[in-house]
């Protein structure tokens, strides 16, 4: 059974503080990849790495990094949180094509006060 | 116009119930449709893919039509576990995991 287990699921942080969501997955996975959540937006991809060190832009990247050092694992880095990034952080994990079903973790509730 | 829409509903249905819902999606080269289900406060988890000759599993039903360019989730002999947000989920181009798009959800509400 895949696990995708994710540090937190309840985090409230600071304006302006470095938060660091992890994100591990035990399926030997090529894919992860990190979405938000929001009310009447549904998922949005951030980012997603296909390989260790790799990494791709999804749809909005902007205020956040990533890190792939090992296979296992994929952070998410806010430099610098605003209230505005407040929201629901899940981390998925895939298989190679044509498998392109995501396996989630429970999520992250992240509140920037 | 966004490229996956849904109606967010909520649809409240009677246990027994059969209940549809649709999902539209704009780029006709999308390759790869699935719904995912999503239970309140949890994670989405993979209910079935949708294939061009349709498919079933159980009471669900789902089907894809090409010319319309919309997949439908039918439901039928509602439970009230059936009760969660459906995604609609639309693989849009060559394979990039980048072009995969995620519907709002349909919220069901299966009433006793």
């Known amino acids: 059974d895949v696990k995708v287990t994710q540090s937190s699921r309840y985090l409230v942080k600071r304006t302006g503080e470095k938060v660091f969501l992890e994100c591990v997955q035990d399926?030997?996975?090529?894919?992860m990849f990190w979405y938000r959540q929001d009310p009447g937006l549904g998922l949005r991809l951030i980012y997603f790495?296909?390989?260790?060190?790799?990494?791709e832009k999804g749809d909005i990247p902007e205020g956040y990094s990533v890190s792939r050092e090992k296979k296992e694992r994929f952070s998410l880095i806010l430099e610098s949180a605003s209230t505005n990034q407040t929201s629901m952080y899940l981390c998925?994990?895939?298989?190679?094509?044509?498998?392109?079903?995501?396996?989630f973790g429970p999520g992250t509730r992240l509140t920037v006060t | 116009r966004k490229e996956v829409e849904q109606d967010p509903g909520p649809f409240n249905v009677p246990e027994g119930a059969t209940v549809a819902f649709n999902c539209t999606y704009s780029?006709?080269?999308?390759?790869?449709f699935f719904w995912y289900r999503q239970d309140c406060r949890k994670e989405p988890k993979l209910l079935m893919s949708?294939?061009?000759s349709g498919n079933e599993d159980g009471r669900f039903t789902a089907q894809l039509n090409r010319a319309s360019q919309y997949i439908s989730l039918l439901i039928r002999d509602s439970k009230l576990s059936d009760s969660a947000t459906y995604l609609c989920?639309?693989?849009?181009?060559?394979?990039?995991?980048?072009?995969?798009?995620f519907g709002i959800g349909t919220k069901l509400q299966v009433i006793p």
């Open positions: 998925a994990s895939s298989d190679i094509p044509p498998s392109y079903e995501q396996y």
């Open positions: 399926m030997d996975h090529e894919n």
């Open positions: 790495s296909y390989d260790v060190k790799m990494k």
């Open positions: 780029n006709s080269a999308s390759q790869s």
């Open positions: 949708v294939y061009s």
């Open positions: 989920v639309v693989n849009m181009g060559g394979g990039g995991y980048q072009e995969v798009t």
